[in-house]
């Protein structure tokens, strides 16, 4: 089912930013939500996929997805081509225990754990 995302900036996964705080204004071009799958293309060939999403909210001012059971963000290396060996990800999975184990493709690749503390599971600002 399409979905919009109008609200622009800067994302924070489980209180995690991606980059820098307020660094980086990423912008939606398609969306879509169903069953709990939100798909979202961004400019530049960013790409958001909420799997188990829960509280799902969208409007100018604000979005956030209160809870998930995982998030995977996608972006090419900035300054570089778009091209499969720029492409780079993180990904979020919620653990039983209610951490979040936090693994990437960049640095060591060793896997980082989060306490949510309370964070949205995804939001934009």
């Known amino acids: 089912m399409a979905f919009s995302i109008t609200k622009q900036g800067s994302f924070r996964f489980w209180g995690d930013w991606f980059g820098r705080p307020l660094d980086n204004s990423h912008k939606c071009v398609s969306a879509s939500l169903e069953d709990g799958l939100l798909m979202a293309d961004f400019v530049d060939g960013e790409t958001l996929t909420v799997y188990g999403a829960k509280g799902v909210y969208s ?3 604000k979005f956030y997805i209160t809870d998930a059971d995982m998030i995977v963000w996608e972006w090419y290396l900035y300054d570089e081509p778009e091209q499969e060996s720029s492409k780079r990800f993180i990904e979020y999975k919620k653990l039983p225990d209610g951490r979040i184990k936090k693994t990437s ?7 980082q754990y989060i306490d ?8 934009l600002y």
Not at 105 to 111: K, N, T, V, Y
Not at 116 to 123: I, L, Q, R, V, W
């Open 116 to 123: 949510p503390e309370g964070a949205n599971a995804a939001e």
């Open 105 to 111: 493709d960049l640095g060591s690749g060793i896997p």
């Open 59 to 61: 409007d100018e001012g």
